[in-house]
């Protein structure tokens, strides 16, 4: 099966990349080429499978 009969799978992909990025120590807030390129793969990731993205803990509530 090729990534291309298999959207999941490339997002996963993409995420798998922008995650390597950042623990090799890509800064998130910086102008690099890694950077851009972390960034780039997780909105690719979220354009081909929204549903596929790691869940985020907590939340802000203000009263």
């Not at 990025?21 to 807030?29: C, H, Q, R």
């Not at 909105?43 to 790691?54: F, L, Y």
């Amino acid at each position: 099966m090729t990534y291309k009969d298999n959207p999941k799978r490339l997002a996963r992909l993409l995420r798998d990349l922008a995650k390597a990025l950042e623990d090799a120590g890509v800064n998130p807030s910086g102008s690099s080429n890694a950077r851009h390129l972390m960034d780039d793969a997780r909105r690719a990731a979220r354009e081909i499978d929204p549903g596929d993205e790691p869940k985020r803990p907590g939340g802000f509530a203000a009263f």
